[in-house]
């Protein structure tokens, strides 16, 4: 009896955790396919998308659905999304890493909006910085607004130097955008949701490791719009 007790209490103490995790995987899945969403929509109008040119020699993507932004003289910047790099041999996409961004600005600034982020990595450099535990845009990585449309090109010294290039979404407009002062973090906790395991963005981009089956909408859509690597 005492045995049947001990394992009731146990069942009943672990449930509440159970029930957490579960949350916190339904949350992920869901911001997987709001990114899987948000790029399709934005590479589905080639005239008001990102240049292919650029897309095909990114060496890796961020995407973050929903960034919040609130300003009551004070602004602030807050969103989580996923970072993905091209595999070792150039062909396809490797497993996401979820990341958070985080940024403040200051003047006088009221309300709350919410925008879709996009940047690209355009470089080993860039790349070696994301795989780091954090870095600041524009301070440890050059960047610029990235330019629109398939007629688009990087020919300005500011595009051809940036290690990023960022766009934004925003009451359906798609624009280049400047991110400057934002800083890009690992996020360990959603890593642990996708994996089972508490592992960082070096440890994930460009590893092999097997992409969660939530993960499967967005790579495919990476894939369709820029399979390989070019330049």
Not at 48 to 53: E, R, S, V
Not at 149 to 156: E, I, M, N, V
Request: with cysteine; hydrophobic share 40%.
């Amino acid at each position: 009896m005492r045995w049947i007790t001990f394992t009731l209490a146990a069942a009943l103490a672990c449930a509440p955790l159970l029930a957490k995790d579960k949350a916190e995987k339904s949350k992920t899945d869901e911001r997987l396919d709001d990114a899987a969403s948000l790029f399709a929509e934005v590479m589905g109008t080639p005239d008001k998308a990102i240049p292919q040119g650029l897309l095909d020699k990114a060496h890796c993507i961020v995407l973050v659905p929903g960034l919040k932004k609130a300003a009551f003289g004070v602004g602030a910047k807050y969103g989580r999304g996923f970072a993905l790099c091209r595999t070792a041999a150039g062909q396809g996409w490797g497993p996401p890493a979820a990341i958070r961004i985080e940024g403040g600005s200051f003047g006088l600034q009221i309300g709350i909006s919410s925008t879709d982020v996009i940047l690209l990595v355009m470089n080993e450099r860039g790349m070696k910085r994301l795989t780091t535990s954090k870095f600041t845009i524009g301070a440890s990585a050059t960047a610029a607004a990235g330019p629109v449309g398939r007629d688009a090109t990087a020919q300005t010294d500011a595009l051809m130097m940036a290690e990023i290039l960022s766009w934004s979404r925003s009451r359906g407009l798609f624009a280049g955008i400047s991110l400057d002062g934002a800083t890009l973090r690992n996020d360990i906790d959603e890593n642990e949701a996708m994996y089972g395991q508490r592992w960082n963005s070096k440890q994930l981009l460009g590893s092999g490791a097997k992409p969660p089956a939530a993960a499967g909408k967005l790579l495919t859509e990476l894939n369709k719009y820029s399979p390989r690597k070019t330049g």
